[in-house]
């Protein structure tokens, strides 16, 4: 995470996922995206947490753990959840990125089984 960081650069945005919103590694690259001028989103299950605090947008996924799919296995799904919204609206806003999902499935339909 610390080396792509370190590349980013004025323009570019960063996404940071950490549950706790504590963990160190990723807050180390949290720092070097911002010290490079890049903007930070947070998707976090911690909404007073450092990483929220350092962040420029942050996305909160507050989800109490279920004894079915494990410790902090319910805030996964719910970050996985943010991250497919986001990732739609910015597919959404831009129509080269339409255009080319379009011409993916396109290709991917022609692949299947006729059956």
Same mark, same amino acid.
């Given at each position: ?25 990723? $807050? ?9 001028? &890049? *903007?930070?989103?947070?998707? %976090?299950?911690?909404?007073? /947490? =450092? ?28 970050? $996985? ?9 910015? &597919? *959404?806003?831009?129509?080269? %990125?339409?255009?080319?999902? /379009? =011409? ?12």
């Amino acid at each position: 995470m610390l080396m792509s960081a370190a590349l980013l650069q004025q323009g570019d945005v960063a996404v940071a996922f950490s549950s706790s919103g504590q963990t160190l590694a990723v $807050l180390e690259a949290v720092g070097q995206a911002r010290k490079n001028g &890049a *903007q930070v989103i947070a998707l %976090t299950n911690n909404p007073g /947490s =450092r990483l929220a605090h350092e962040a420029d947008v942050v996305l909160c996924a507050t989800a109490e753990d279920s004894p079915l799919i494990g410790e902090q296995g319910a805030a996964r799904v719910a970050q $996985l959840a943010l991250l497919d919204a986001l990732f739609l609206a910015v &597919a *959404q806003s831009n129509p080269a %990125t339409e255009a080319s999902l /379009s =011409r993916t499935m396109a290709a991917l339909r022609a692949q299947r089984a006729p059956w």
